[in-house]
């Protein structure tokens, strides 16, 4: 049976393969041209034949500029430490925030949120770097075509688990759902199926009960 459409995406279909990284003995200034010449915010830090050890990012460098006017003294917080640090190993932040290539966009997205970071080493499974994913990459499934969308909602959301009484539009990426549905109970989990689906925006009901509902 294939009425179940196309696989959803993961983070390695829409992840950056070619990801710049730098060693734990990158300058400071090296590390501020890098982010400069590739347009990126954090770089991750490898050792060895490529496993990430951590990532330096823009907060990392700041505190050198927060502390130009000050000295950090002996007794020295995180920031004042980083503040005093001249290599990569000094300024990372240690373990990596990373995710899995086979990873979902929500998962991804999820752990972005919750760690507040705006890039992710992709891993494998021995933590070898094999791409970098962004905010804008995980927004790239909003670009989808409305009528897409609709497609793939009607195959697999309606068609798929037997709603062939509704009907599906889909306008700016936000589906409406319309028909007759004579259990009501039911409406939660229809507009959390459709919600699943990559590119939609939101989820509206225009659903009225069946003829022959008692």
Request: hydrophobic residues 45%; glycine residues 10%.
């Amino acid at each position: 049976m294939d009425s179940a459409g196309p696989a959803p995406l993961v983070v390695s279909d829409v992840m950056t393969h070619t990801a710049v990284a730098i060693g734990r003995d990158a300058p400071y200034k090296e590390i501020v041209a890098l982010m400069d010449e590739w347009k990126v915010s954090a770089l991750p830090v490898l050792e060895g034949e490529g496993r990430v050890v951590g990532v330096v990012s823009e907060a990392d460098l700041l505190p050198k500029e927060a502390f130009r006017d000050t000295d950090p003294g002996p007794e020295r917080d995180e920031e004042a430490t980083k503040a005093v640090a001249v290599r990569a190993g000094d300024l990372m932040s240690s373990p990596a925030v990373t995710v899995h290539a086979g990873a979902s966009l929500a998962e991804a997205a999820r752990i972005m949120a919750r760690r507040r970071v705006k890039r992710l080493p992709v891993v494998n499974g021995i933590g070898m770097l094999e791409g970098v994913v962004s905010r804008s990459d995980l927004l790239k499934v909003f670009l989808r075509e409305d009528g897409e969308i609709a497609a793939e909602i009607r195959r697999s959301v309606l068609d798929g688990t037997g709603f062939t009484g509704l009907d599906v539009t889909v306008a700016e990426g936000v589906a409406t759902l319309s028909g007759a549905l004579s259990d009501r109970s039911l409406v939660p989990l229809l507009a959390r199926a459709a919600r699943a689906v990559e590119g939609v925006v939101d989820v509206r009901m225009e659903l009225g009960a069946h003829d022959g509902a008692s």
